[in-house]
């Protein structure tokens, strides 16, 4: 559907402007009035990884006049296959440093502003007030809740996209025109049931391909031209190479831009997701060691069996030494289970104790009540003992 602009353009364009923007100046359904309304606009992209590099590229590129950068991490080598606002010299600095400077490397007439820290329900709706519209390139259920919600209580369009190894995924949200995120998925899915893109990995040129239709659905959101994505839901496979859609209604028993929506505020969206169950949580209490213990045990010739419950691309790259793979999915179907040993204490570990910790709570729930697992996983055991070992 079509929708009306979301921004009154600007008062002019300089000669300087004119030169730049000149291929869209041309396109009759952009033109010098579509051009002054990107140049008005205020954009805001939560995180500046994967979808955010693109996206800031892109925007910039397309003369936004402003753009608002979320983002609390810096630059790791393992970032560089995908985030292409980074560079390798910009390892180890704050990612939304080296975004602002690409970006006004790009485009000098982009006003680009940084706000430092992890966006919360602290600090969301202030942030947000002063943007038209959010773009949201963020890898977690709880922060896409908190974007979600936010942009409904404040009556903002919210471009959301996903990655996952090979498929994308891409959508409009806004209540006030149709369906909300919570529409589409009410309740998060199971802590540990979908796994990141660092534990389940994405090809880097996908965040190129879902970042630039993030950006397309921007652009015509501001500039009011074609049919948004707004009660759409655009997936992507990359190695069919197809695309497909799915319409999304609105939800008449939404909790959020429902009639009767019981979530009026902003709640507690770490609680809400759950980083790990309730029933790993207690599983891990006073069953968790780290790795520097367990390399005692192992000098000290303890009778132990260490499990892997990554995935086998994952145990190519890094592994602990002794350990053998079970992926966590193997243990979640019972299948494992008939093959650990009776004698030998279990210690599990993954990459970083999440998904461990989610499979210890079905061996304790099974009878291996002494079965422990490694807080911090491989990574914690190799920035402890083994910091030669590749990490990912």
């Not at 959101?221 to 069919?240: C, F, K």
């Not at 969206?269 to 006073?286: H, I, L, M, R, T």
């Not at 995935?311 to 966590?328: D, H």
Request: charged share 20%; proline share 6%.
């Amino acid at each position: 559907m079509s929708l009306p602009p979301l921004v009154e353009p600007a008062d002019e364009l300089t000669v300087d402007e004119v030169r730049r923007y000149s291929r869209h100046l041309i396109i009759p359904d952009v033109g010098m009035a579509g051009q002054k309304r990107l140049k008005n606009a205020k954009v805001l992209c939560v995180g500046a990884g994967g979808l955010g590099s693109p996206a800031l590229m892109y925007l910039a590129a397309a003369g936004v006049g402003t753009l608002g950068i979320v983002e609390f991490d810096e630059v790791d080598e393992s970032n560089l296959q995908r985030q292409v606002i980074h560079s390798q010299a910009d390892i180890g600095r704050p990612k939304s440093e080296s975004a602002k400077e690409t970006v006004l490397g790009i485009n000098p007439h982009t006003t680009v502003n940084i706000h430092e820290g992890r966006l919360d329900s602290s600090n969301v709706m202030d942030i947000f007030a002063d943007y038209d519209l959010i773009l949201d390139g963020t890898d977690n259920f709880a922060t896409r809740y908190l974007v979600n919600d936010a942009c409904v209580l404040l009556g903002k369009p919210y471009v959301w996209g996903s990655i996952y190894r090979f498929d994308g995924q891409a959508s409009v949200f806004w209540s006030e025109h149709g369906p909300c995120y919570r529409c589409l998925y009410p309740e998060p899915p199971p802590p540990g049931m979908v796994p990141s893109c660092a534990e389940g990995g994405v090809l880097g040129v996908l965040c190129a391909s879902v970042g630039s239709i993030q950006v397309n659905e921007a652009i015509k959101l501001l500039a009011g031209i074609g049919d948004p994505l707004v009660g759409r839901l655009m997936i992507y496979d990359a190695l069919e190479m197809t695309y497909r859609q799915v319409k999304v209604r609105k939800d008449p028993d939404c909790a959020v831009c429902g009639p009767n929506a019981t979530v009026t505020e902003l709640i507690d969206y770490e609680a809400f997701c759950g980083v790990v169950s309730d029933e790993a949580q207690e599983a891990a209490a006073g069953s968790t060691i780290t790795p520097k213990q367990l390399k005692e045990w192992l000098d000290d010739g303890e009778n132990v069996d260490i499990i892997d419950v990554r995935e086998q691309n994952e145990y190519e790259i890094v592994s602990i030494p002794g350990a053998r793979l079970i992926p966590k999915n193997e243990f979640l179907m019972g299948d494992a289970l008939q093959s650990l040993p009776q004698d030998k204490k279990i210690v599990l570990h993954c990459k970083t104790g999440a998904r461990s910790a989610e499979v210890l709570a079905v061996l304790k729930n099974a009878g291996f009540s002494d079965a422990v697992h490694v807080g911090g996983g491989v990574i914690g055991w190799v920035n402890q003992i083994e910091p030669d070992k590749p990490v990912y």
